[in-house]
């Protein structure tokens, strides 16, 4: 098994540094990927502190990858060397349950195999995300990135693209239809840039109101600022959808009040605790609350092809692989505009 650079996470406690990753042989329907740019998602810090409570150490975290195909299994005919392509959340699923049927492979009904700090489909083999070098992945979960999109700004798109996207596209919005996001991150930021491509109006939500004026350069015709009474009021029954990105715990209730009659939240984020939920707030317009997880293999690269048709890519600040655990406190801290990518040739 050929031996790669990595940056991996040994305890909960230590800072990430240099690791020494073992890649699986080529297969015959496997794509070894050179990495060129790698996204740093929040979860990536969940995993590699295990705040989630599920970490097995060493965790190499990233699932926003893009790089060059350097080599193909002898059965693979969707890619050839040299090609570019991306990995986003999840490496694998069974393949035969309904879902995975459906092209919704993030549904697997038996469980899908994520990027990193997961099992791949046997069951026992450890996978290893994209701070590292290389990746090895099954053809059938490699995308094709258009060729008039720069690469660092790509990243992104395969887990904050499509996790904004998805939902947006389930939801069927279209011009004239009024959404409404909350939280202006890196998840928050690609949902005003995609709905706004959509057509939609699009309203951002937040408590910050130096945020008004980036929202507006990414597409939001119109901004509320929601501590202020008089704002919220006017903001009353106005919104058909609204895109909730906040991961942080907050009052749901808050924000189902802003919807229509059949207007729907979506919640994008995963609060560490239980949130209640007035049903009254439901009741009374017939109102609705949708999760939404990433989406599927078919569905990405719909939203890889629509963000190229429409020149969308993520705002990204690029660091070498050294600034991670830098990079790792200034997101806890909302300090970058809207999310941090590696250049992985600084691994090298």
Known sequence: ?????????????????????????????????????????????????????????????????????????????????????????????????????????????????????SLLQDKKTITYGGYSTHIVVTEKFVLRVPGNLPLPGVAPLLCAGITTYSPLRHLNVKKGDRVAVVGLGGLGHMAVKLAAAMGAEVTMLSRSPEKAQDAKKLGAQHFVLTTDPEQMKMAKSYFHYIINTVSGVHDYNVYLPLLKTNGTMVVLGAPPEPSTVQAGLLLRGRKSILGSLVGGIKETQEMLDFCSEHGIVSEVEVIPIQQINEAYERTIAADVRYRFVIDMASLK
């Open 1 to 117: 098994m050929p031996t790669v650079k990595a940056y991996a996470a040994t305890h909960a406690d230590l800072p990430l540094g240099p690791f020494d990753l073992e890649r699986r042989d080529l297969g015959p329907l496997d794509v070894q990927i050179e990495i060129l740019y790698c996204g740093v998602c929040h979860s990536d810090i969940h995993t590699a502190r295990n705040e989630w409570g599920a970490t097995m150490y060493p965790v190499v975290p990233g699932h926003e990858i893009v790089g060059k195909v350097s080599a193909i299994g002898s059965e693979v005919t969707r890619y050839k060397v040299g090609d570019t392509v991306g990995v986003g959340v999840f490496v694998d699923s069974c393949g035969h349950c309904a879902n995975c049927h459906d092209h919704l492979e993030q549904y697997c009904e038996n469980g899908h195999s994520q990027t990193y700090n």
